[in-house]
């Protein structure tokens, strides 16, 4: 390591690790139409935040957020635990970028939520021992007392009926005491996930008015507690899990919360609005809960910034919709996250694909067109026309059209892309109806010879088009 990188610790050791709690992001990539980092970064920037969790260690990313003064949790996928050298992934994920001007790495997440119930165990072993060896390379490289080690756990991983008797999975007992004790002799925090929106989704007799903070009817009474929200329960069956090993004054870290605003019943614009603000002012009273009253978590990183259009759906669609912005980082709703601003500021200088879009032809049968939905479907992202979606009210042939535009977009514009069998059309005229947006694609790339591409389309062609398009929707209307 350069002396640059060491001058750095030394002087960053001298400030406290945590000077108060914060709001911070977490910043997906799972998407098919990404914004450039530099912009996602100004984003960010533009809205204070000084927060953000990343899924991976990537060095576009991380280059952006260099010389920021944001503070970066950089994280080691699962399927890497068993196999990644510590020393290299210490040189080249975090020595190469801190350092004077650099990137303010304070955290790695080793693994995500490795415990989780779904995963069997399969990743059980691998953690404590990549910890040990990730320590001892932060060690060789002076950088263990500025950058600490972490696991998000799921909320799964600690139960109970009331908060006051909650404990670790009994075939988690064993693991969580040593990483509990690994965390607290390295000064690291204890980082779960909680998720009020999926209790409430997985359980039809779960009360909604608990899943926020607006108080409840259904309150949980615990001996001389009553929890009016889920949050509070669930923080403190942690708090409890954590004291039954020895470990009750553990500080705690919210790596993920928050409230999706698509693809489901119950995701929606509203309800995500309502939950985070919430969720942000619960937080900035400092009221804390009641196991830890005036101690709220240190910090707590809301997910996530942007919706995640690549993301799997198997836990349900709403699973491309957890953004406080959308995909090319528009605000889809007022939140003042108590930074500053008085609500959310959209990205800027976003690198958007030329405004088109394509449809399905008006002038054509569409009786042959399931197998070309399925292909559009199967790779590109129409999570919002299903059930409890914004979108799942169209009528037929506007539902074909989303489908039809999804793909085109996904494709980048290819001309042949929004052909499907002659079914589809490209217009300048934006198809979108009420809520639902038919979405234009955002690029990484360099679009300054867009102007070229445009020329090599046949503007005539799709001139007769969009006028055939354009008066038959009036004559429907």
Same mark, same amino acid.
């Given at each position: 390591m350069?002396?640059?990188?060491?001058?750095?610790?030394?002087?960053?050791?001298?400030a406290?690790?945590?000077?108060?709690s914060?709001i911070g992001?977490n910043?997906?990539?799972l998407s098919?139409?990404?914004?450039r980092?530099s912009t996602?970064?100004?984003?960010?920037?533009?809205?204070?935040?000084?927060?953000?969790?990343?899924?991976?260690?990537?060095?576009?990313a991380?280059?952006?957020?260099?010389?920021?003064g944001?503070?970066?949790?950089?994280?080691? !996928?699962?399927d890497?635990?068993?196999?990644?050298?510590?020393?290299l992934?210490?040189?080249?994920?975090?020595?190469r970028?801190?350092?004077?001007?650099?990137?303010?790495?304070?955290?790695?997440?080793?693994?995500?939520? !490795?415990?989780?119930?779904?995963?069997?165990g399969?990743?059980?072993?691998?953690?404590?021992?990549?910890m040990?060896?990730?320590?001892?390379?932060?060690?060789?490289?002076?950088?263990?007392?500025?950058?600490?080690?972490?696991?998000?756990?799921?909320a799964?991983?600690?139960e109970?009926n009331v !908060?006051?008797q909650?404990?670790?999975?009994?075939?988690?007992?064993q693991?969580?005491?040593?990483?509990?004790?690994?965390?607290?002799?390295?000064?690291?925090?204890?980082?779960?996930?909680i998720?009020?929106?999926?209790?409430?989704?997985?359980?039809?007799d779960?009360p909604?008015?608990?899943?926020?903070?607006? %108080?409840?009817s259904?309150?949980?009474?615990? %001996?001389?507690?009553?929890?009016?929200?889920?949050?509070d329960g669930?923080?403190?069956?942690?708090?409890s899990?954590?004291?039954?090993?020895g470990y009750?004054?553990?500080?705690i870290?919210i790596g993920?919360?928050?409230?999706?605003?698509?693809?489901a019943?119950?995701a929606?614009?509203?309800a995500?609005?309502?939950?985070?603000?919430?969720?942000?002012n619960?937080?900035?009273?400092?009221k804390?809960t009641? @196991?830890?009253?005036g101690?709220?978590?240190e910090?707590?990183?809301?997910?996530? @910034?942007l919706?995640?259009?690549?993301?799997?759906t198997?836990?349900?669609?709403?699973?491309r919709?957890?953004?406080?912005f959308?995909f090319?980082?528009q605000?889809?709703?007022?939140?003042?996250?108590?930074l500053g601003?008085?609500?959310?500021?959209?990205?800027e200088?976003?690198?958007?694909?030329?405004s088109?879009?394509?449809?399905?032809?008006?002038?054509?049968?569409?009786?042959?067109v399931?197998d070309h939905?399925?292909?559009?479907?199967?790779?590109?992202?129409?999570?919002t026309?299903?059930?409890g979606?914004?979108?799942?009210?169209?009528?037929?042939?506007d539902n074909i059209s989303?489908?039809?535009?999804?793909?085109?977009?996904?494709?980048?514009q290819?001309e042949?892309?929004?052909?499907?069998d002659?079914l589809?059309?490209?217009?300048?005229?934006?198809?979108?109806? %009420?809520?639902?947006r038919?979405?234009v694609?955002?690029?990484?790339?360099?679009?300054?010879?867009?102007?070229?591409?445009m020329?090599?389309w046949?503007?005539y062609h799709?001139?007769i088009?969009?006028?055939?398009?354009?008066?038959?929707?009036?004559?429907?209307l």
């Amino acid at each position: 390591m350069g002396s640059g990188v060491a001058l750095f610790t030394l002087s960053l050791l001298l400030a406290t690790h945590h000077a108060h709690s914060a709001i911070g992001v977490n910043w997906g990539t799972l998407s098919f139409h990404k914004m450039r980092p530099s912009t996602v970064v100004d984003l960010l920037k533009a809205n204070k935040i000084t927060k953000v969790k990343l899924f991976d260690s990537n060095p576009d990313a991380l280059r952006a957020l260099m010389g920021t003064g944001i503070q970066v949790m950089i994280s080691i !996928p699962n399927d890497l635990l068993s196999t990644f050298s510590s020393d290299l992934f210490v040189q080249q994920n975090l020595s190469r970028f801190m350092g004077k001007g650099g990137a303010d790495i304070r955290y790695v997440a080793v693994g995500n939520e !490795p415990f989780l119930t779904s995963y069997g165990g399969v990743y059980q072993s691998y953690v404590v021992p990549a910890m040990v060896n990730l320590q001892q390379s932060l060690v060789k490289a002076n950088l263990a007392g500025y950058v600490k080690l972490v696991v998000p756990c799921n909320a799964d991983a600690y139960e109970s009926n009331v !908060p006051s008797q909650g404990t670790f999975r009994p075939e988690l007992t064993q693991i969580m005491t040593q990483l509990v004790s690994f965390l607290s002799s390295n000064g690291s925090p204890f980082v779960v996930n909680i998720y009020p929106f999926l209790s409430l989704y997985q359980n039809s007799d779960f009360p909604q008015d608990f899943a926020f903070f607006e %108080g409840s009817s259904h309150p949980v009474l615990d %001996g001389p507690n009553v929890y009016y929200n889920a949050f509070d329960g669930n923080f403190d069956t942690l708090v409890s899990a954590l004291a039954k090993i020895g470990y009750g004054q553990m500080p705690i870290v919210i790596g993920e919360i928050g409230w999706p605003t698509d693809g489901a019943v119950g995701a929606n614009l509203t309800a995500a609005r309502v939950f985070n603000q919430g969720l942000v002012n619960h937080l900035l009273s400092n009221k804390g809960t009641p @196991l830890r009253p005036g101690s709220p978590p240190e910090d707590v990183y809301l997910f996530g @910034l942007l919706d995640e259009g690549a993301k799997s759906t198997l836990p349900g669609n709403f699973e491309r919709h957890w953004g406080i912005f959308s995909f090319d980082g528009q605000a889809k709703y007022r939140l003042n996250l108590g930074l500053g601003n008085r609500g959310l500021k959209n990205a800027e200088n976003v690198q958007y694909l030329p405004s088109r879009w394509c449809v399905a032809h008006p002038a054509k049968d569409m009786t042959q067109v399931t197998d070309h939905l399925r292909l559009a479907c199967s790779q590109a992202d129409c999570t919002t026309l299903n059930d409890g979606g914004s979108c799942s009210q169209l009528g037929e042939k506007d539902n074909i059209s989303y489908a039809f535009n999804s793909y085109y977009q996904l494709q980048m514009q290819n001309e042949k892309s929004c052909d499907f069998d002659g079914l589809g059309m490209v217009t300048f005229l934006d198809p979108s109806v %009420g809520d639902c947006r038919f979405l234009v694609g955002v690029t990484d790339k360099d679009l300054s010879s867009s102007a070229e591409q445009m020329a090599r389309w046949d503007i005539y062609h799709i001139g007769i088009g969009l006028v055939v398009w354009a008066l038959t929707r009036c004559y429907i209307l």
